[in-house]
């Protein structure tokens, strides 16, 4: 049973490293959005259609950085909780 939680814990890890990377190359290509004043589109009868991304490329930015705080924040919390801790000091004889 121990072994699980251990190998649980281990995986939560992983994937919260996972999660802070992913955020962070979404979060280059939102700040690459950001540069962009306009996208066009060419519609099949010929018409074009202008869109501006920035404000879409502000909520994803947001969401994003708001986003990389809380998996942050939970992966010191983890890393900083007193079992943790306790596991990697050294004993004394």
Request: some cysteine; glycine content about 4%; hydrophobic content about 50%.
């Amino acid at each position: 049973m121990y072994r699980i939680i251990l190998i649980e814990k281990e995986i939560t890890y992983v994937f919260i490293v996972l999660l802070i990377f992913f955020n962070l190359v979404s979060l280059y290509f939102i700040v690459d959005l950001l540069s962009y004043d306009e996208i066009i589109g060419y519609l099949a009868n010929g018409e074009q259609k202008n869109c501006n991304p920035r404000n879409l490329a502000f909520l994803f930015f947001g969401t994003t950085i708001s986003d990389l705080l809380f998996v942050s924040v939970t992966l010191m919390a983890r890393l900083l909780s007193k079992d943790t801790i306790k596991r990697f000091e050294p004993k004394e004889n």
